[in-house]
T-cell receptor, first 112, second 113 residues
Framework: AQSVTQPDIHITVSEGASLELRCNYS??????LFWYVQSPGQGLQLLLKYFSGDTLVQGIKGFEAEFKRSQSSFNLRKPSVHWSDAAEYFCAVGAGDYKLSFGAGTTVTVRA | NAGVTQTPKFRVLKTGQSMTLLCAQD?????MYWYRQDPGMGLRLIHY???????AKGEVPDGYNVSRLKKQNFLLGLESAAPSQTSVYFC????????????FGDGTRLSIL
């Protein structure tokens, strides 16, 4: 069975600074990987996804993520954060069946 | 452009009461899911459905029942609510499982006293 670890529970970043959120997965084959964002009181919104091909994927809101098979990682990055990026971010892995496994989430706080 | 709609958005129940959460999607998706979200635990799958008339158990199905009588609707029932079921419940849908992203509703915040 697949699983996901997000090592950072909470990250604080200054507005305009870069952001990187870590995600490590456990799965024997090539997984389907997703990053979702959840604003307070809202549902989860898809930021980006990786299925195959180019290991650097671009998403919405200026986010990108890089799939590194050797490190079993799928880290999310943004070069310059905006106050509106304050939210909770979830990494998820799918294995081609019904199950999508989510990490525990990373809360991002943006300070002025 | 509704996507996935959950009703109600908030509810407070007393222990032992029953209720049904409704999820409706207008994207003609085959797969639908019910998750619960608890602090520090991410989302855990309660039940899912691969099509009209089908349901199956997820990771944490105990204390919940579901029905999918129509393709666009997926109902989650609590027959006898317990304080441990206090949580935020999310419904999601997708075209197929695994390699397609799931689309989420805004959640139902449920408190059991």
């Amino acid at each position: 069975a697949q699983s996901v670890t997000q090592p950072d529970i909470h990250i604080t970043v200054s507005e305009g600074a870069s952001l990187e959120l870590r995600c490590n997965y456990s799965y024997g084959a090539t997984p389907y990987l997703f990053w979702y964002v959840q604003s307070p009181g809202q549902g989860l919104q898809l930021l980006l996804k990786y299925f195959s091909g180019d290991t650097l994927v671009q998403g919405i809101k200026g986010f990108e993520a890089e799939f590194k098979r050797s490190q079993s990682s799928f880290n999310l990055r943004k070069p310059s954060v905006h106050w509106s990026d304050a939210a909770e971010y979830f990494c998820a892995v799918g294995a081609g069946d019904y199950k999508l496994s989510f990490g525990a989430g990373t809360t991002v706080t943006v300070r002025a | 452009n509704a996507g996935v709609t959950q009703t109600p958005k908030f509810r407070v129940l007393k222990t032992g009461q029953s209720m049904t959460l409704l999820c409706a999607q207008d994207m003609n998706h085959e797969y639908m899911y019910w998750y619960r979200q608890d602090p520090g635990m991410g989302l855990r799958l309660i039940h899912y459905s691969v099509g009209e008339g089908t349901t199956a158990k997820g990771e944490v199905p105990d204390g919940y029942n579901v029905s999918r009588l129509k393709k666009q609707n997926f109902l989650l029932g609590l027959e006898s609510a317990a304080p441990s079921q206090t949580s935020v419940y999310f419904c999601a849908s997708s075209l197929v499982a695994g390699n397609q992203p799931q689309h989420f509703g805004d959640g139902t915040r449920l408190s059991i006293l």
